[in-house]
């Protein structure tokens, strides 16, 4: 049946063609939606040119529109955005994807999470150590537009960081960047990260500092696809090392 209007039901709903508004305790279903879909657990259609909206899960062959799922949204064919705490899906995307994890396997648009896999976009795993005796590892994923960054890392006795008053120096970092690509398989990342020194006190101790440290730190990265150069900017240390972002060049190579 096609409705023109309004459908909705305690349970489930399902129809053909659907203009206006499907709503249901748990299930929503139809093969094309011009308007929205919300359900308690799930909402799956063949075509959505709107909204679909769900506690659980979304599916759509091809969604024109935004999903919201409070786990996962999947469409294998996307031009427009979907919206997850989770996982977000899409065989082509042409849009964006903000959840914890997002997935595409082609397409030109981005995700913004933790872990963003584009099949033919960035994913590159790298070991750094750095002028300030920083050893870090971290991890790359998303698209050239945009890519997240995150990693872990200690720093060396002998570094000009390292704070005695602490048994180890131990380190993570979060940021975003954007990738240009250049001649001969080269290119050149440009970073804004944040970074946070978790430390592991010998003794009850606060330290409350400002102070800005060296104005540049020069890493020797090492990629599984590439080598690497890059320089960064110091960080602002304000309260307990929690720090305001720095910016990162890296130049890579092949």
């Known amino acids: 049946d096609n409705i023109f209007g309004i459908q909705t039901a305690g349970i489930c709903v399902s129809a053909g063609k659907v203009v206006g508004i499907q709503t249901a305790g748990i299930s929503c279903t139809a093969d094309t939606v011009f308007g929205m879909q919300t359900a308690g657990i799930y909402n799956g259609a063949k075509a959505v040119y709107g909204t679909q909206y769900s506690v659980i899960a979304n599916h759509a062959d091809k969604l024109r529109g935004i999903q919201w799922a409070g786990i996962s949204n999947s469409a294998n064919d996307v031009r427009g955005m979907q919206i997850s705490p989770f996982v977000n899906y899409a065989k082509t995307l042409n849009g964006v994807q903000i959840g914890l994890i997002n997935i595409s396997e082609e397409g030109h648009g981005f995700g913004i999470g933790l872990f963003n896999y584009i099949k033919n976009g960035v994913h590159d795993l790298g070991y750094a150590f750095n002028t300030d005796k920083e050893h870090i590892l971290q991890y790359q994923s998303g698209s050239n537009a945009f890519f997240t960054t995150a990693g872990v890392g200690f720093t060396a006795k002998k570094s000009v960081n390292y704070d005695p008053a602490f048994s180890r120096n131990n380190m993570t970092f979060v940021g975003i960047g954007s990738r240009f690509i250049l001649e001969d398989n080269?290119?050149?990342?440009?970073?804004?990260?944040?970074?946070?020194?978790?430390?592991?006190?010998?003794?009850?101790?606060?330290?409350?500092?400002?102070?800005?440290?060296k104005d540049l730190s020069w890493t020797s990265l090492l990629k599984f696809n590439s080598t690497a150069i890059q320089a960064t900017g110091k960080f602002f240390n304000i309260v307990n090392n929690y720090q305001i972002p720095a910016a990162r060049l890296t130049l890579n190579l092949g």
């Open 186 to 213: 080269d290119s050149i990342d440009f970073e804004i990260l944040w970074k946070i020194s978790s430390k592991n006190m010998k003794g009850l101790k606060n330290t409350i500092k400002s102070e800005t440290g």
